[in-house]
Protein backbone atom coordinates (compact mmCIF):
# COMPACT_ATOMS: atom_id res chain seq x y z
CA UNK A 1 0.00 0.00 0.00
CA UNK A 2 1.09 3.40 -0.83
CA UNK A 3 1.57 6.50 1.45
CA UNK A 4 -0.77 9.55 0.76
CA UNK A 5 1.04 12.14 -0.30
CA UNK A 6 -1.31 14.04 2.17
CA UNK A 7 0.29 11.99 4.91
CA UNK A 8 2.23 14.55 8.06
CA UNK A 9 5.64 13.32 8.21
CA UNK A 10 8.27 13.85 10.80
CA UNK A 11 9.28 17.46 10.08
CA UNK A 12 13.50 17.75 9.94
CA UNK A 13 14.60 21.36 10.96
CA UNK A 14 10.97 21.88 12.83
CA UNK A 15 12.96 23.74 15.48
CA UNK A 16 15.89 25.01 13.19
CA UNK A 17 15.88 28.95 12.40
CA UNK A 18 16.39 29.31 8.71
CA UNK A 19 20.02 31.01 9.26
CA UNK A 20 20.74 27.43 10.99
CA UNK A 21 19.41 25.71 8.00
CA UNK A 22 21.84 27.32 5.70
CA UNK A 23 24.39 27.32 8.04
CA UNK A 24 23.98 23.28 8.27
CA UNK A 25 23.97 23.05 4.74
CA UNK A 26 27.08 25.20 3.79
CA UNK A 27 28.73 22.93 6.72
CA UNK A 28 27.54 19.74 4.68
CA UNK A 29 28.59 21.23 1.45
CA UNK A 30 32.15 22.17 2.87
CA UNK A 31 32.56 18.37 4.28
CA UNK A 32 32.14 17.19 0.70
CA UNK A 33 34.42 19.59 -0.59
CA UNK A 34 37.11 18.74 1.47
CA UNK A 35 36.61 14.60 1.24
CA UNK A 36 36.39 15.27 -2.48
CA UNK A 37 39.90 17.21 -2.76
CA UNK A 38 41.65 14.40 -0.52
CA UNK A 39 39.85 11.77 -2.71
CA UNK A 40 41.26 13.72 -5.48
CA UNK A 41 44.74 14.26 -4.09
CA UNK A 42 44.66 10.52 -3.53
CA UNK A 43 43.80 9.49 -7.10
CA UNK A 44 46.23 12.13 -9.03
CA UNK A 45 49.39 10.11 -6.49
CA UNK A 46 48.36 6.84 -7.65
CA UNK A 47 48.28 7.90 -11.56
CA UNK A 48 51.86 9.40 -10.33
CA UNK A 49 53.16 5.90 -10.00
CA UNK A 50 54.11 3.50 -12.12
CA UNK A 51 53.77 -0.33 -12.65
CA UNK A 52 55.69 -3.05 -10.89
CA UNK A 53 57.24 -6.01 -13.06
CA UNK A 54 55.30 -8.56 -10.33
CA UNK A 55 56.17 -11.46 -12.49
CA UNK A 56 59.53 -11.40 -12.66
CA UNK A 57 61.49 -13.93 -10.12
CA UNK A 58 58.36 -15.79 -9.65
CA UNK A 59 59.60 -18.86 -8.10
CA UNK A 60 61.75 -16.44 -5.69
CA UNK A 61 58.40 -14.69 -5.19
CA UNK A 62 56.69 -17.88 -4.06
CA UNK A 63 59.14 -19.21 -2.53
CA UNK A 64 59.12 -16.48 -0.19
CA UNK A 65 55.45 -16.09 0.15
CA UNK A 66 55.17 -20.04 1.60
CA UNK A 67 58.16 -19.11 3.97
CA UNK A 68 56.15 -15.90 5.48
CA UNK A 69 52.41 -17.84 5.56
CA UNK A 70 54.03 -21.33 6.76
CA UNK A 71 56.35 -19.74 9.45
CA UNK A 72 54.17 -16.99 10.48
CA UNK A 73 56.58 -14.46 10.32
CA UNK A 74 54.52 -11.51 10.27
CA UNK A 75 52.54 -12.21 13.12
CA UNK A 76 55.82 -13.49 14.80
CA UNK A 77 57.59 -9.88 13.92
CA UNK A 78 56.12 -8.19 16.85
CA UNK A 79 55.53 -11.14 19.48
CA UNK A 80 58.03 -13.78 19.99
CA UNK A 81 55.17 -15.98 21.06
CA UNK A 82 52.53 -15.43 18.76
CA UNK A 83 51.00 -17.53 16.18
CA UNK A 84 51.56 -20.81 18.79
CA UNK A 85 47.97 -20.98 20.50
Same mark, same amino acid.
Given at each position: ?27 ? =?? +? #? ?8 ? *? ?5 ? &?? $? ?10 ? =?? +? #? ?8 ? *? ?5 ? &?? $?
Amino acid at each position: MLAQLDTPTRAIFHNLAPWMQVVFYIAG =GL +A #CAVFAWGFWR *RIRKYRR &GR $AEPRFDRLGARL =GR +A #CVTILGNTTV *RRGDALG &GW $A
